[in-house]
């Protein structure tokens, strides 16, 4: 993920764009098919400083004008007038942004789904170990460890498949020219603009022939192909970032259940591979990966909402909106990517403790099982009779097997096999196995 989204990347983007757009022009015979392969040559991110292109950009007040500049310089002359021929700026970093989007989010998505993998495993192998249901950080009922990794396998399956639909649904090339009406373009195709159409396919529509470049440039990027240019529609970037703070914030329940269940006092679960010591105290084991999970997710939610706050952009070009943009995008797909990465190492490690959930079980000397004492009172003394005797003795701290309110109407027998948790689980099972049947096998 660094790699994907790092200055580089981009780089290699804006040149991938540029050398798309050309080979689309050369396509449809608006430039001579030599330009076309010597514009594909000379865009190797190695043949520029990407140092210096930052430096002259701020003059610009973006990177493709000097990154343009130097490509145009290592071309041949009668070639160089070629290379972003009829393209503005925001065309080839929109376009980039879409490609390294559609790039890093490959590497995210292998991530979640190997992740729900682990979590599929552990909800097989424990579908019916018994441990404390929680809620209000609250012992409530018991559950099933298997249906808690089933349903984290369930959040990555959900959050892997809203990536997919956007990756392969949202992202779209972007080329309009300076106000979207691509009327450079229509100009180069233009008698006497030097690049005859010879032989070349139909112009679409009246004789235009911007909407087929859009599609001959989408199609060269491998990316979808959008019904307008979409300079100030920003509901793409929305989409994504949505997509991607939700997955992040799936990530983050995960660990913060592990960093729970890992605490001294519950101690049910704990990161195997000898990690998480401290610098002063030698008994620690920290759960490191949940924690650096939990922490990279943190960012997302921040960074999501300046991409949301962006999207009012003015006319048909913005002034700020767009440029505010490009760091957050950049930073969330990196906040995800880092934060799925430390889940799948956290889960692939995750030591589980039966025995320990058992124990932890019967910390409440029966409480935990008070609703299910209740319904079996409620069809001798009523509904609301029993549930507040059972809450007093409860509240008492007195046993529920040996007081006299609850034997006069269960026999002690009764009411111990009543306090058995693993007796309780409802359709925990089934329903691990429903989450195990959707789960896609081997679909990354």
Avoid at 141 to 153: K, M, N
Wanted: aromatic share 2%; glycine share 10%.
């Amino acid at each position: 993920m660094h790699d994907a989204v790092g200055d580089i990347a981009w780089l290699r983007a804006m040149l991938d764009a540029e050398a798309a757009l050309a080979r689309a022009q050369a396509r449809l015979g608006l430039i001579p098919p030599a330009a076309a392969v010597a514009i594909t040559n000379a865009c190797r991110a190695s043949g520029f400083d990407p140092a210096a292109l930052a430096r002259d950009a701020v003059s610009a007040g973006n990177p493709v004008v000097p990154l343009v500049r130097a490509l145009r310089a290592g071309l041949p002359p009668d070639l160089a007038r070629f290379a972003h021929a009829g393209a503005t700026s925001q065309d080839i970093i929109d376009s980039a942004a879409m490609l390294v989007a559609h790039r890093a989010t490959g590497p995210l998505r292998a991530d979640l789904a190997s992740t729900a993998d682990r979590a599929a495993t552990l909800a097989a192998a424990h579908r019916d170990t018994p441990i404390a249901g929680r809620t209000l950080l609250q012992q409530a009922l018991p559950t099933t460890f298997g249906l808690i990794a089933a349903g984290w396998a369930t959040a990555l399956d959900a959050a892997g498949a809203r990536l997919a639909r956007v990756r392969h649904g949202t992202l779209a090339a972007q080329l309009g020219g300076a106000t979207g009406t691509l009327a450079a373009i229509d100009d180069l195709a233009a008698p006497g603009a030097g690049a005859a159409r010879r032989g070349g396919p139909p112009a679409a529509g009246d004789g235009r022939i911007g909407p087929e470049l859009i599609s001959a440039f989408a199609d060269e990027l491998g990316l979808n192909e959008p019904v307008l240019p979409w300079h100030t529609d920003r509901g793409r970037i929305a989409e994504l970032a949505g997509v991607l703070a939700g997955a992040a914030g799936t990530v983050a329940k995960i660990a913060r259940d592990v960093v729970l269940l890992a605490q001294t006092e519950i101690g049910e679960v704990r990161e195997g591979g000898g990690r998480g010591g401290s610098s002063t105290m030698p008994h620690k084991a920290n759960p490191i990966a949940a924690i650096s999970a939990a922490a990279s997710a943190a960012r997302a939610p921040g960074l999501a909402a300046t991409l949301f706050a962006a999207m009012p952009h003015e006319h048909q070009r913005a002034a700020g909106a767009w440029h505010a943009e490009w760091l957050p995008l950049t930073d969330l797909l990196r906040a995800t990517g880092s934060a799925a990465h430390w889940l799948r190492d956290c889960l692939t490690h995750l030591e589980i403790d039966p025995v320990r959930m058992r124990a932890n079980l019967n910390l409440t000397g029966g409480a935990l099982l008070a609703e299910r004492v209740a319904g079996a009172l409620a069809p001798t003394i009523g509904r609301d009779a029993a549930h507040d005797l059972v809450a007093d003795v409860v509240r008492a701290g007195r046993p529920l097997a040996g007081d006299p309110r609850v034997t006069a109407h269960l026999d002690p027998d009764t009411v111990t096999a009543l306090l058995d948790p693993a007796a309780y689980l409802g359709s925990a099972g089934p329903l691990v196995d429903r989450a195990l049947a959707a789960h896609p096998k081997g679909d990354a």
